[in-house]
């Protein structure tokens, strides 16, 4: 793979994810005058930011034309293409994994047509209950090459994603069940919001919820948050604060949170489940 190690860890991640999600690899039919193969990767309008976000991410490799993002036929596409199409079907490529270890794997895999799914649930109290899952329809692999990826995934980033089932492609696709799950997910992206203002009510949950609460003013939105779940920032201002020997009632208020849920993580720390959210 020297043509791909030329490239830098980041553009290796978008890149390999690209044609992992909703790009392809253009075949080169016999007859023929290609030598190479090139890249291609149809979008709508609506999603055109995005994809000039690409290309600014790889613009020696890829430049947009009309509305798809494409490459000339480049000797690096031919040594791809055997890795995604083993049997002249997409799979996915999984002596390419180790390679994939930067979170912009994440967000490309992420923004590639996949969801931030939002349950809502009204109760007797005029309180809107909204739960998060993240989706990844890769339904178009199959269910053993899917459960494959999703030990990788959550081995290599610590995540907890499970293979379920859909009515569309192969059957299957892959989604968070908790909201801890759904957070540590989405811990890894939202340093990229900025760079992607049109996707933040996907990127951050707290904007989403914001937006919700928008779209629903006269009742109180409330989100399914469990107590144990810290995020980065309250776990850096609990260790701070247990550092500093401030009490446990006090680092409560500050956290908005009950002296119970204070405890229960400083309990779960000191079993040996870390300082992780």
Known sequence: MLLLNKLSASQQAILLTSIL??????KCYSGSRRKNNSYREH????????????????????????????????????????????????????DLLPLCNHPLFLLTLYLDDDSLIVSKRFTSKQQLIVSPTIALYL????????????????????????????????????????????????????PYVNELPDFSYKLNWDIR?????????????????????????????????MANQVPVSEIAQRLNRST?????KLNAIKKGHGTSP
């Open 43 to 94: 979008f709508g309008e609506s999603q055109r930011f995005y994809r000039e976000w690409k290309q600014q991410q790889l613009p020696d490799l890829l430049y947009i034309r009309q509305n798809n993002l494409v490459s000339r036929s480049l000797p690096l596409f031919t040594e791809l293409y055997p890795y995604f199409y083993p049997s002249d079907q997409k799979d996915i490529p999984f």
């Open 209 to 241: 919820m914001k937006q919700i609460q928008q779209n629903y003013p006269y009742v109180h939105v409330l989100s399914t948050k469990p107590n144990r779940y810290f995020n980065e920032l309250e776990m850096k201002q609990l260790m701070n604060d």
């Open 260 to 264: 119970w849920s204070i405890y229960a």
């Open 139 to 190: 339904q178009s692999f199959s269910k053993q090459s899917l459960t494959l990826f999703c030990e990788w995934l959550n081995h290599n980033f610590r995540l907890h994603f499970r293979v379920a089932k859909t009515s569309n492609g192969s059957g299957y696709f892959l989604r968070t069940t908790r909201f801890e799950d759904t957070m540590q997910f989405l811990d890894y992206l939202t």
């Open 21 to 26: 999600g909703d790009g392809e690899i253009t």
